[in-house]
């Protein structure tokens, strides 16, 4: 495919129908392939030939919407997972074992934080969180000769705290170690971390991906460059016992080396492969990606403006609002647009923040964010409720805080919503 922007690419990237062929992406809800002889298929187990065997390690509707997210983040490869959890297990779990670390931000979704903290903590991998405002040398002395890649969100879920992406590629790579983003709230629309020295990207594509709220999904995206045969990596460079001699830098490039390894290694064991299905549904979404993005950020940039001028609210935090701490980082690594995610705080606290929920209703209340419709959380009653109000402060969640997902719905009438809402 020649040179196009993203925006040809969310829709045309990935599937090329050759003559007589459908239009649209078909979906091959298919677990197995036929071939002709058993000398081929013995091929296709020893990786010798390429083609399709077995769902569970590749399929035709899958491998378009990988090449498809590979085009959009710029990177060499792509894996699609069954959910967001699975994509971050796989991505980390492909280079690092038990008795291994990872260096991790704090300011990450909740359910990563289980899985590196509880999950990941089981296996015998340890996560060292850095503390906001450490300095370099600080975070450096987290990394050790066993700590295997630095991990982060481009905007963090859901404290919207923006991340540096260069400061922590320049520190990994200074140890030899790849950094890890997960670009989910930004998504390639309006950041493509790769530009800026990450080396492998995540996606929950249940989000502004999928755009719809139909389906869990989750991608791993190679930017190829990160050189795997620097010494640290044997398990990329040295035989794959379970593959009769494989090497996967000798045998795939060191650019398909991480992503071919994820794929016949890790998925082939742990089987975390969503269904045809779902990859077309999601190849539907992110067709229209780059359109309901600018919506989102338009609305969401008016929407902040209204909270932040309104005499109910005590805060408004919007990465790409002036007055937001992370607003120069903001400029630095997405100028064209946000995410549609903005949280707030009630001067009114807990009490104010449930009233105000109850009351509107355009928006409604949903466990979820980043998707067509707006909708709204309350933390403190809803995904962090165990916690006490102190405990919720040193979490940084104030029992007052509203999680509010701007969807693309025509903003006058989101805005009216919360009005008729805080003023009630
Ligand atoms: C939702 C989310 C995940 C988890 O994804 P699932 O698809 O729900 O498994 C991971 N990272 C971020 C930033 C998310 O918002």
């Known amino acids: 495919m020649p040179d196009y922007k993203i925006e040809t690419l969310c829709v045309q990237a990935g599937y090329e129908p050759k003559n007589g062929e459908p ?11 036929k071939y002709d002889t058993a ?12 083609g399709h065997m077995y769902s569970r390690i590749s399929n035709p509707t899958l491998e378009a919407v990988e090449k498809k997210m590979a085009a959009l983040e710029g990177g060499s490869g792509a894996l699609l997972c069954s959910s967001g ?80 992406i260069e400061r922590y590629a320049n520190l990994a790579h200074k140890h030899d170690i790849p950094l890890f983003v997960d670009n989910t709230f930004a998504t390639p629309i309006f950041c493509r971390p790769f530009e ?29 460059k990160f050189n795997w045969a620097n010494g640290k990596f044997p398990e990329l460079t040295e035989v794959d016992e379970s593959y009769h001699g494989v090497r996967y ?35 539907l979404g992110l ?30 935090n919007y990465p790409a609002l002036e007055s937001s701490a992370d607003y120069a980082l903001a400029q630095k690594y997405f100028p064209n647009g946000c995410c549609g995610v903005i949280s707030f705080i009630m001067k009114g606290g807990r009490d104010a923040a449930v009233k105000v929920m ?10 979820h964010v980043a998707d067509a419709r707006t909708c709204v959380l309350h933390p403190a009653s809803m995904t ?24 693309i719905e025509n903003a006058d009438d989101i805005i009216a919503d919360l009005k008729q809402a805080l003023d009630a």
């Open 249 to 283: 830098v000798n045998d795939f490039g060191n650019e398909n080396a991480y992503i071919t390894k994820a794929r016949v290694q890790l998925m082939r064991d742990y089987g975390m492969i969503p269904s045809p299905f779902s990859a077309f549904i999601l190849n």
């Open 85 to 164: 959890q699975a994509a971050n297990t796989i991505a980390i779990l492909n280079i690092c074992k038990a008795g291994q670390n990872i260096v991790s931000l704090p300011a990450i979704y909740g359910g990563t934080i289980n899985l590196f903290a509880v999950s990941f903590k089981k296996l015998g991998i340890e996560v060292r969180f850095t503390k906001p405002g450490m300095t370099d040398e600080e975070i450096e002395s987290l990394i050790d000769e066993n700590t295997r890649l630095i991990f982060g969100e481009t905007i963090a879920n859901p404290a919207l705290t923006v991340m540096d």
């Open 196 to 224: 800026f020295g990450a080396d492998v990207v995540i996606h929950s594509t249940t989000k502004y991906m999928d755009g719809h709220a139909s389906c869990v999904g989750g991608v791993i995206i190679d930017s190829g």
């Open 384 to 407: 962090h409720r165990q916690l006490t109000d102190e405990q919720l402060v040193a979490a940084g969640v104030d029992p007052g805080l509203v999680r509010f997902s701007v969807g």
């Open 39 to 50: 000398e081929h298929v013995g091929d296709l187990f020893d990786l010798k030939a390429e």
């Open 23 to 33: 239009r649209v992406l078909p979906i091959y809800q298919s677990t197995t392939y």
């Open 358 to 367: 109850n009351k509107l209703d355009l928006a409604k209340i949903v466990v």
């Open 287 to 316: 067709e229209s990606l780059h359109v309901r993005m600018e919506r989102h950020s338009e609305n969401a940039m008016k929407v902040a403006k209204f909270l932040e001028g309104h005499e109910k609210i005590a805060s408004v």
